[in-house]
């Protein structure tokens, strides 16, 4: 577990039982910024060396693989830092080759999900562009502000070098309670296979079978004069809904799973094949040097 902004001090104590436990404070020793990661007892790692800057705090450990030894860190950047790309290259370069280094960058910039480009968004593209790094994230808000002034946005996401974003899985979890969405990644040493969310309908669904089972089952003599009738109405009418979709709905073929693709690559996939189609149409020296970078950008990943 990558968890940033702890706010710990050496003061802090903090066990979970069966978890070891490791952790980077501000530099200044107050109680703000900081990382941490949480291990397994029952995985054996090894502590790095602490990165511990004003404009960037991260915990770092190493953990062998069935195929390699990989770097995880979490990471934390404050949002009054304005980070350039040598910044972020000299807290990577610790990392070494092959690294996955999740948490709050406070860093925007559409190629990973947020609603917006900043200076130090463009800076970490940039950089990650030159080095050849890959993003995982949810591509949904990460950042829930409680001013109603201030939108949703993505803050939190992973950087991995060295291992393909094919291989992975991310997903969030909204199972907690704070401002925070975490996000949970899953890396196989395979292609991932997603299996598709289920659905009460599809294309064949007739709907007018679907409107008359609701019809013949509802009972307009329900009564709803307590909050425990109103309850055990909406359960009843639940269960009427779900039954008619079954039943309007014919069999499908089982699912076959998936390659989870990142989203990145399909749209970097989409704008080739595009630039292509317009360059076949034309054959105009402008239109094949767009066709030539978009197929470039997308053999990069």
Same mark, same amino acid.
């Given at each position: 577990m990558l968890v940033s902004e702890t706010h710990f001090t050496t003061k802090s104590y903090f066990s979970i039982p069966g978890y070891s436990f490791c952790h980077t404070n501000h530099s200044d020793d107050k109680a703000h910024g900081g990382t941490t990661i949480l291990i397994r007892s029952t995985i054996t790692y090894s502590e790095q060396m602490q990165y511990a800057k004003l404009e960037l705090q991260a915990t770092i450990i190493q953990v062998k693989g069935q195929q390699r030894t990989i770097k995880i860190a979490s990471v934390y950047c404050p949002p009054k830092y304005n980070l350039k790309a040598p910044q972020f290259n000299s807290f990577f370069q610790t990392l070494g080759s092959c690294f996955v280094a999740g948490g709050d960058y406070n860093n925007k910039r559409t190629l %990973?999900?947020?609603?917006?480009?900043?200076?130090?968004?463009?800076?970490?593209?940039? @950089?990650?562009?030159?080095?050849? /790094?890959?993003?995982?994230?949810?591509?949904?808000?990460?950042y829930w502000p409680t001013d109603p002034n201030k939108l949703p946005d993505l803050l939190d996401f992973f950087i991995t070098s060295k291992m393909s974003p094919s291989n992975a899985d991310i997903q969030p979890s909204y199972d907690l309670s704070s401002d925070k969405t975490p996000i949970i990644t899953t890396i196989s040493t395979t292609i991932t296979k997603r299996k598709p969310k289920p659905r009460l309908?599809?294309?064949?669904?007739?709907?007018?079978? /679907?409107?008359?089972?609701?019809?013949?089952?509802?009972?307009?003599? %329900?009564?709803?004069?307590?909050?425990?009738?109103?309850?055990?109405?909406?359960?009843?009418?639940?269960?009427?809904?779900?039954?008619?979709?079954?039943?309007?709905?014919?069999?499908?073929?089982? /699912?076959?799973?998936?390659?989870?693709?990142?989203?990145?690559?399909?749209?970097?996939?989409? @704008?080739?094949?595009?630039?292509?189609?317009? %360059?076949?149409?034309?054959?105009?020296?402008?239109?094949?040097?767009?066709?030539?970078?978009?197929?470039?950008?997308?053999?990069? /990943?």
């Open positions: %990973w999900g947020s609603r917006l480009v900043t200076n130090k968004g463009r800076e970490l593209a940039s @950089l990650s562009h030159t080095n050849n /790094y890959s993003f995982l994230s949810t591509g949904t808000p990460t309908h599809n294309a064949h669904t007739n709907w007018q079978t /679907y409107k008359t089972e609701i019809c013949n089952r509802v009972n307009c003599d %329900w009564k709803l004069k307590s909050c425990e009738d109103l309850e055990i109405a909406t359960t009843r009418f639940t269960h009427i809904l779900q039954k008619a979709a079954v039943l309007a709905t014919p069999e499908r073929k089982p /699912y076959v799973p998936v390659n989870n693709i990142p989203s990145t690559i399909k749209r970097l996939v989409a @704008l080739k094949r595009k630039a292509k189609a317009t %360059w076949q149409k034309t054959h105009a020296p402008d239109d094949r040097r767009i066709f030539n970078n978009a197929s470039t950008s997308s053999k990069l /990943y």
